[in-house]
């Protein structure tokens, strides 16, 4: 048994010592890319941005196809106009993840008016 950890500790001592390696300072090419994080950003700002401009001009015609309709209501072709612009205006906040800033009772009607645009049975008003 001596001679096994006498053995190992030889062998231990006759390996070779590795001498770490310096780190490189300043730039290396796994450092990020800080430009192009920075444009990536600029760019997924920039979409963001153009999605909200795309919603707020669903929003603008929604309201005026919905005054429209409450002035006619038995006109069956305006109030198909306005469940399908309730459809795609509900569709681009929830694409864009804001259906937290707007209000409940607001987002449950474009989900109504999306179930009419997508025939769907919609459940009687409690």
Known sequence: MFDLILLSGVLFA???QVAPQPQESGLSSE????????DALIRATQ???ERQKNIRVLLEAYRTIEKEAVAKPEDAALLFRLADSGKKLHEAIEEAYLA???SADFMAELRKLKDIADKKPVPPAK
């Open 14 to 16: 006759a390996a070779p």
């Open 31 to 38: 450092a990020p890319d800080e430009m192009g994080e920075i």
């Open 47 to 49: 979409e963001s941005l």
């Open 100 to 102: 937290d800033y707007f």
